[in-house]
């Protein structure tokens, strides 16, 4: 019980809480008077360290300096990795933008700087270019071009540490660097280049080749997917491409539009629909839901996986960029559920929703309201739940049409020569629906050689024995072929189970120790 007290300040009685815990007698906080304020600037050495420990991973870091070369306008963007012997040096993102002249361009290297935002903006607290870049590399130059004059500034973890000092660099040598940044001439055109040096998390992990391959794949992907609106209209290409540091020639890669509602025809009639609710803090909100056709192999469906299983949920866009890649964001438990693979819901956050993004702009701050208003929305009379049992029946009703009854068998796919695929699925079936189980180097733990992925229908290898087990032989996307078969026999079975017992679980377990004892010995 709380009761009113005496006691005054600025004219303003305050309330004590009779709620007692122990000892302790809870005070309405906002009441307390305070007796003095002081200032408490943040430590520099402790912010430079925590810098690299904000959770970006290397795409929502260049993502988050695309924001930027978007909000300059910039029609162009190139992303090269720059090698030198077995490792990246560097990392550069020049644009075409409208660049900036010297007091811009060292308001923008402020931390949480007060450059105007407009409405329409992708950058939004000023923090993107410095955070982003730092939770990649120790060292960042930002080099400007505007009305022919060129600015350039750096920071360090250094300088970071030592009272925040930025420095403003020689404009001549800067303008050399600048002019190698971008693939073709621009003479006296306006734009920015962004170079990361001493980086801090791409360390090459095996075979330099397959890893620059491998990076500008994924890249390629989730780049496409984040800025797939921008893409696909013309408003912004983006290419990426790896050159060693004594050279100038690099291949550059384009980035194509991965856009995850690009279906032909909806997988159900009566879809997409329009569904309304109301989030507190947001206002109202749109949410359209779609359905994609069953049994669909379009890559903007698999978005780089073997199913379309992850590509479940939410997709959530702030000013055309997306923000939020799939996840039912608490509205379902299950983000893996095979029956809910067809089921995609676009969302446009209003203005009002600025605060709702997370500062990386990968996903949705997650509040206690967020799950119960996103699963009442309505389209009408028709609940979400309505929506999600139309999405099961969409995809029940093609496993029943497709194969009335019995497993779907399963045979090696991409990652066995092509030639061996074609034998061996004659040999283990008939039926021309089949599913097909690849292969994949990853890293996993040290103790583990192999493991499955059931949802994807993949055999993953540790990487880090490719070597010793394809001994002299060169890496490539089909090697180690009898290894690849021989586990795929051992692993056949698996991948028409529903679930793992514990004592399946220990099956696994211990094929893996007794390979981890054979891969030693190599």
Not at 155 to 160: H, M, Q, S, V, Y
Not at 211 to 225: A, D, I, K, P, Y
Not at 243 to 262: I, K, N
Not at 420 to 439: C, H, L, P, S, Y
Request: aromatic share 8%; with cysteine; hydrophobic share 40%.
């Amino acid at each position: 019980m709380c009761e009113q007290r005496g006691w005054r300040r600025a004219s303003r009685s305050f309330k004590v809480c009779e709620g007692k815990v122990g000892a302790i007698y809870f005070v309405i906080l906002d009441e307390i008077p305070t007796l003095k304020t002081f200032s408490l600037p943040p430590d520099s050495g402790g912010s430079a360290a925590a810098f690299a420990r904000l959770g970006y991973d290397l795409v929502d870091a260049l993502a988050d300096i695309i924001d930027n070369a978007v909000d300059s306008k910039a029609g162009s963007v190139e992303v090269v990795f720059h090698r030198q012997a077995d490792r990246i040096a560097a990392v550069s993102i020049a644009d075409t933008g409208r660049g900036m002249e010297e007091a811009a361009l060292q308001e923008a290297m402020r931390f949480a700087g007060n450059n105007e935002h407009a409405d329409n903006d992708l950058g939004t607290y000023g923090l993107g270019l410095k955070t982003a870049s730092f939770s990649q590399c120790e060292s960042l130059t930002v080099i400007s071009r505007k009305a022919g004059e060129i600015s350039a500034c750096r920071w360090t973890k250094e300088g970071i540490g030592n009272n925040w000092s930025c420095e403003e660099l020689d404009p001549g040598s800067a303008g050399r660097v600048f002019k190698e940044g971008y693939a073709k001439p621009r003479a006296k055109a306006p734009g920015t280049l962004v170079v990361w040096h001493r980086l801090t998390r791409l360390d090459v992990d095996g075979d330099f080749d397959e890893f620059v391959s491998e990076l500008l794949s994924r890249l390629e992907l989730q780049l496409g997917l984040i800025f797939h609106r921008f893409i696909s209209t013309g408003t912004l290409s983006i290419t990426l491409a790896a050159r060693d540091v004594d050279s100038v020639l690099a291949f550059p890669r384009q980035v194509r539009a991965h856009d995850p509602f690009a279906y032909v025809r909806s997988g159900r009639d009566g879809y997409p629909k329009c569904f309304m609710t109301s989030v507190p803090g947001v206002g109202a909100l749109r949410m359209d839901a779609h359905i994609w056709p069953a049994g669909a192999a379009d890559p903007n469906f698999r978005l780089g996986r073997r199913t379309g299983t992850h590509g479940q949920g939410f997709y959530v866009y702030r000013n055309d960029r997306l923000v939020q890649t799939g996840g039912w964001l608490g509205v379902c438990k299950d983000e893996t559920d095979a029956e809910l693979s067809l089921a995609r819901i676009a969302i446009d956050l209003p203005r009002s929703a600025m605060r709702a993004v997370s500062v990386q702009k990968s996903g949705l701050q997650l509040t206690a309201a967020l799950a119960p208003a996103l699963r009442n929305a309505k389209a009408g009379k028709q609940t979400l739940a309505n929506y999600f049992d139309d999405a099961r029946k969409a995809y029940r009703a093609d496993r029943t049409k497709r194969r009335p009854s019995g497993n779907i068998p399963v045979v090696p796919g991409a990652g066995v020569p092509a030639g061996v695929r074609r034998g061996t699925a004659t040999k283990i079936t008939k039926d021309n629906f089949v599913r097909e189980i690849a292969f994949e180097w990853i890293t996993l733990p040290k103790i583990t050689v192999f493991s499955i992925d059931p949802d994807e229908d993949r055999i993953l290898l540790n990487k880090k024995y490719r070597q010793r087990i394809i001994g002299p032989s060169r890496a490539s996307a089909a090697d180690a072929p009898i290894i690849k078969l021989l586990l795929f026999l051992l692993l056949e079975l698996e991948f028409d189970r529903e679930r793992f017992s514990a004592k399946r679980r220990e099956w696994l377990k211990r094929c893996n120790a007794i390979l981890y004892e054979a891969v030693k010995a190599l």
